[in-house]
């Protein structure tokens, strides 16, 4: 028998950014009680309250704030994975960023790709939540990550993603991987096929909406 599904929404909210329908083939991880199987990949409020993903991830590409992080958590109906940096900003700043996190209630932290182990040590060895370390290389020891306290992999290594995740696979089949999905449904499907458990998915940014909004308003313009 067919499941009926019923759907609720209202003209002024039903305009939202939708993932993919195939992203639903993939497993999903089951992260502090939440099934997780997509994440949308932004750090625009707007976006951020207008979705139906499962999560958010928000990684940036500054030095981490708490300001910027009680926001982003503030204004999330999901679960948030912030990102706490990594890459120029490592060791104790790391921690205590990823300390304010879990205490402002991010469900996990996510370490950008050139973190040393010392560093990702001393994050495990601060914080109860789950640490998420980003994998941009086939050539990266996953083994010692999985060993300094990373919980899940984020594979983000372009169009060589799924070759990534599918070797990531390969030698560690129990260890929950996200990943980017790539530009459409072959890609992402690619990417699930080749072993990741969830998917992150990157919306078109506001201006584009925008200018969509605004063509559409254009086309429909009449004299008053």
């Known amino acids: 028998m067919d499941r009926i599904i019923p759907a609720v929404t209202s003209v002024l909210?039903?305009?939202?950014?939708?993932m993919p329908e195939v992203i639903k083939e993939a497993?999903?991880?089951?992260?502090?009680g939440k099934h997780i199987q997509s994440i949308i990949?932004?750090?625009?409020?707007?976006?951020?309250?207008?979705?139906?993903?499962?999560?958010?991830?928000?990684v940036y590409p500054f030095t981490a704030q708490p300001i910027i992080t009680h926001a982003i958590i503030s204004a999330a109906d999901q679960p948030v994975f912030i990102g706490v940096g990594g890459g120029?900003?490592?060791?104790?700043?790391?921690?205590n960023l990823a300390l304010d996190?879990?205490?402002?209630?991010?469900?996990?932290?996510?370490?950008?790709?050139?973190?040393?182990?010392?560093?990702?040590?001393?994050?495990?060895?601060?914080?109860?939540?789950?640490?998420?370390?980003?994998?941009?290389?086939?050539?990266?020891?996953?083994?010692?990550?999985l060993a300094n306290g990373a919980d899940i992999l984020n594979v983000s290594a372009g169009p060589s993603t799924p070759q990534?995740?599918?070797?990531?696979?390969?030698?560690?089949?129990?260890?929950?991987?996200?990943?980017?999905?790539?530009p459409n449904n072959d890609s992402i499907l690619k990417t699930i096929e080749a072993g990741a458990n969830a998917?992150?998915?990157?919306?078109?940014?506001?201006?584009?909406?925008?200018?969509h909004l605004m063509n559409k308003y254009r086309s429909t313009l009449t004299n008053f």
């Open 88 to 95: 120029t900003t490592r060791g104790r700043r790391v921690v």
């Open 13 to 18: 909210r039903g305009n939202i950014i939708k």
């Open 101 to 145: 996190a879990e205490f402002q209630g991010a469900l996990g932290v996510v370490l950008n790709s050139p973190i040393d182990n010392h560093s990702l040590k001393m994050v495990r060895q601060t914080v109860s939540i789950p640490i998420i370390v980003t994998v941009i290389s086939p050539e990266e020891n996953i083994e010692g990550r």
């Open 41 to 58: 990949f932004t750090t625009d409020l707007v976006l951020i309250r207008n979705n139906n993903a499962d999560a958010i991830m928000a």
């Open 27 to 32: 497993s999903g991880i089951d992260i502090l």
């Open 199 to 211: 998917i992150t998915y990157t919306p078109p940014s506001n201006a584009e909406l925008m200018r």
């Open 164 to 182: 990534v995740v599918r070797e990531i696979r390969k030698n560690y089949p129990q260890v929950p991987i996200i990943a980017t999905g790539g």
